[in-house]
C-alpha cells in the first residue's frame, strides 16, 4: 500500500512539473507609461500586455523585472533575462550586443516644458548662447541626442523619466526631453506642463534578445508576425493610446 502511495505521489509530482509551463523573464523599467508603468503593485502597459500575448501563444510562463533602463542590455547580453522590452529603440549601437525583434510600435522624441516657458520649439535650444538645463532617462535615445548635441553639463540624467518630469515640475529643469507616448502621459498627470514637437526622426520600438539566443528571436518574431496580423497588437495600442478625435 504504502509502494502504491508512493507511487501515485510521484505520477502526480511527475504529471505536475510536465504541466508547468517554462517562464520568460522580460526586464523592462515600469516609469513609462503607457508602454510599462504601475497599476497598484502589478506592472501593466503596451509592452507588458504584448509580451503576455507573445508567451501565451508561445506556451510560456510570463514574469516581469523592474529595471534600470540603462541596465537592460547588459542583464540582456548577460542572460539575466530572457528579453528586454521597454519601448525601447533599435540602434545600431545596442545592435553590437543584442539582436532586436521585428518592430512592434514606434516612437519620436518631444519636449515637455512648463506652460510659460519661453522655449517654444527645438531649435529654441540650439539658439547662440543658449543654456537650458535639460533632463533626460539615463542610458536613452534622448539622453544620447541632447548629451551629443548640447553636451553633459546641459544634460540632467535621471534614472527614470518620471523622475526627471518630477525635476521639471519642481523648476529644477528647463524642459525634459522624452518619447512622445510617455511625454503625452507625463503632462497629463502634471498641471502646468505642455508638449512640444520636435523633428527628431521616428524610433522605432522592438524586443531585444541575446545574440546567441536566436532560437528565441524567431520563435518571438513568429509570433509578433501573427499578432500584427491579427489586429492584436493595434488592439492593445488603441486601447492604452485611444485615437484623438
Ligand atoms: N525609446 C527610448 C530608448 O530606447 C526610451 C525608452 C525608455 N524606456 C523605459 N521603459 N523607460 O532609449
Not at 508567451?55 to 542590455?73: A, P, Q, S, T, V
Not at 521597454?86 to 519636449?111: L, W
Not at 531585444?208 to 532560437?215: K, S, V
Amino acid at each position: 500500500m504504502k509502494k502504491l502511495i508512493a507511487l501515485v505521489t510521484a505520477i502526480v509530482m511527475l504529471l505536475g512539473t510536465c504541466a508547468l509551463a517554462d517562464t520568460l523573464t522580460m526586464g523592462t523599467n515600469a516609469a513609462f507609461p503607457p508602454y510599462e508603468f504601475y497599476e497598484d503593485e502589478t506592472i501593466v502597459g503596451i509592452d507588458a500586455e504584448i509580451a503576455a500575448a507573445i508567451c501565451e501563444k508561445l506556451g510560456y510562463d510570463l514574469e516581469i523585472l523592474d529595471m534600470n533602463f540603462d541596465g537592460l542590455i547588459s542583464a540582456v547580453a548577460s542572460g539575466k533575462i530572457d528579453f528586454a522590452m521597454a519601448g525601447m529603440t533599435k540602434t545600431p549601437e545596442r545592435e553590437q550586443n543584442v539582436n532586436f525583434t521585428i518592430t512592434y510600435a514606434i516612437g519620436v522624441q518631444s519636449i515637455i516644458v512648463p506652460e510659460n516657458s519661453p522655449i517654444t520649439c527645438l531649435d529654441d535650444l540650439y539658439v547662440e548662447g543658449a543654456s537650458y538645463k535639460i533632463g533626460v532617462q539615463q542610458g536613452t535615445t534622448g539622453d544620447i541626442y541632447c548629451s551629443d548635441d548640447f553636451g553633459a553639463d546641459a544634460v540632467s540624467q535621471f534614472l527614470t523619466g518620471a523622475d526627471a518630469v518630477a525635476a521639471l515640475v519642481a523648476g529644477k529643469l528647463d524642459c525634459v526631453v522624452i518619447d512622445n507616448n510617455p511625454a503625452k502621459a507625463f503632462v497629463e498627470a502634471n498641471e502646468g506642463l505642455k508638449l512640444l514637437d520636435t523633428d527628431y526622426s521616428e524610433e522605432e520600438y522592438a524586443i531585444a534578445i541575446a545574440l546567441e539566443n536566436t532560437e528565441l528571436l524567431e520563435k518571438i518574431n513568429a509570433a509578433l508576425e501573427e499578432l500584427i496580423e491579427d489586429g492584436t497588437i493595434a488592439e492593445i495600442i488603441a486601447y492604452y493610446i485611444p485615437v484623438e478625435e
